[in-house]
T-cell receptor, first 113, second 112 residues
């Protein structure tokens, strides 16, 4: 039981490049989330998926797209990376009726130069 | 939208002393308030939470209090130990967790 896994762990992109961050969970959770963490700003919600087939914007969705591929997987795509997207990205999951109990993945450290 | 402030940003205490971290929120509709602990280089982990219909909750050395009128809630850690050293984040949600707004974090250092 791996919990929430994320790939890659580290990534360096040039401005304008695109990439997809992958997240998977094996806890049979309904809901999944993407956050970014910047120094001194805590975690900010980018997008979430309350259940398979649905996605909703969080606090900072601009510049990102998401896909809930199936119940297990939720990916985050940067179409044209910008230096402002340099951050640590965390994926999380939870039961839909226990959304308060979120389990986080290990994070992806992304640098955009 | 919701805004969550957290104080202090850094806190140093001697081992065995108590530590208190305070958060204020702006949206009176918020009904769920978790606290997360994040050790250096690791993922955030939920350590305690409180709902708006409760004033205080305890779990061993950790307690959280909520003042809905003043719109603030606090984390209390008693008998601090070196392994309590971490960054602590508070958060608020109006829908029991679907859409958290986090505070900026408090870096707690417990000195031996």
């Amino acid at each position: 039981n791996a919990g929430v896994t994320q790939t890659p762990k580290f990534q360096v992109l040039k401005t304008g490049q695109s990439m997809t961050l992958q997240c998977a969970q094996d806890m049979n959770h309904n809901s999944m989330y993407w956050y970014r963490q910047d120094p001194g700003m805590g975690l900010r919600l980018i997008y979430y998926s309350a259940s398979e087939g649905t996605t909703d914007k969080g606090e900072v969705p601009n510049g990102y797209n998401v896909s809930r591929l199936n119940k297990r997987e939720f990916s985050l795509r940067l179409e044209s990376a910008a230096p402002s997207q340099t951050s640590v990205y965390f994926c999380a999951s939870s039961w839909r009726d226990r959304a308060y109990e979120q389990y986080f993945g290990p994070g992806t450290r992304l640098t955009v130069t | 939208g919701e805004n969550v402030e957290q104080h202090p940003s850094t806190l140093s205490v001697q081992e065995g002393d108590s530590a208190v971290i305070k958060c204020t929120y702006s949206d009176s509709a918020s009904n769920y308030f978790p606290w997360y602990k994040q050790e250096l280089g690791k993922r955030p982990q939920l350590i305690i939470d409180i709902r708006s219909n409760v004033g205080e909750k305890k779990d061993q050395r950790i307690a959280v209090t909520l003042n809905k009128t003043a719109k603030h809630f606090s984390l209390h850690i008693t008998e601090t130990q070196p392994e309590d050293s971490a960054v602590y984040f508070c958060a608020a949600s109006i829908d029991y967790g679907q859409n958290f707004v986090f505070g900026p974090g408090t870096r707690l250092s417990v000195l031996p």
